[in-house]
Antibody
């Protein structure tokens, strides 16, 4: 059974740092793209960034709103995905989800098929 | 960035109704569109990907269509468990973006 479990959220002051973790199980972690998506309270979904799979050399991609402040990494020996968040702003307050991305029949990674339960990050003084 | 505009934002319906939600992209995205369902306090759930492919385990009353810039999610014979917010997502180009959501309510 595929499971994704996020941890590491909490309250942090503006300008502070936080590291989120996403523990994966039930599938071959290195085979999949893994993404972070966030949702500010009462609002819609915002894509944060991506860690590609082994075949794509684990390269990363970020939304402009977090580029230079957030870093996505993975530890394939621990089947874990991470989101290092630095220089946090009030507008980073959100529920953060990790999601597994799977390929379609053409090999395009287009299906966000499993999501974690989310972890809340609150940036406030 | 590619903007996705969903309509309507809110939909007042009844059990058994046929529901249609539209998602328009600011530029062509081929068929790189997905639909999600989200219930309060829960993570989004994938319903449809590549515009019309039904995710495994999703009831067949859900269907998707469209390509280019206009897409549709249809729910035939709405069930009580279908009351939720629905989002479209484009995966044609970075940054990946989501529509603003459509809340389906009683």
């Amino acid at each position: 059974e595929v499971q994704l479990v996020e941890s590491g959220g909490g309250l942090v002051q503006p300008g502070g740092s936080l590291r989120l973790s996403c523990a994966a199980s039930g599938f071959i972690f290195s085979d999949h793209f893994m993404d972070w998506v966030r949702q500010a309270p009462g609002t819609g979904l915002e894509w944060v960034g991506r860690s590609r799979n082994k075949a794509s050399s684990y390269t990363t991609q970020y939304a402009a709103s977090v580029k230079g402040r957030f870093t996505i990494s993975r530890d394939n020996s621990r089947n874990s995905l991470y989101l290092q968040m630095n220089s946090l702003k009030i507008e980073d307050t959100a529920m953060y989800y990790c999601a597994r991305v799977s390929p379609d029949d053409n090999g395009d990674y287009v299906a966000f098929d499993y999501w974690g339960q989310g972890v809340l990050v609150t940036v406030s003084s | 960035d590619i903007q996705l505009t969903q309509s309507p934002s809110f939909l007042s319906v009844s059990v058994g109704d046929r529901v249609t939600i539209t998602c328009r992209a600011s530029q062509g995205i081929s068929s790189y569109l997905a639909w999600f369902q989200q219930k309060p306090g829960k993570a989004p759930k994938l319903l449809i990907y590549t515009a019309s492919t039904l995710q495994s385990g999703v009831p067949s009353r859900f269907s998707g269509s469209g390509s280019g810039t206009e897409f549709t999610l249809t729910i035939n014979s709405l069930q009580p468990e279908d009351f939720a917010t629905y989002y479209c997502q484009q995966l044609d180009s970075y940054p990946l973006t989501f529509g603003g959501g459509t809340k389906v309510e009683f």
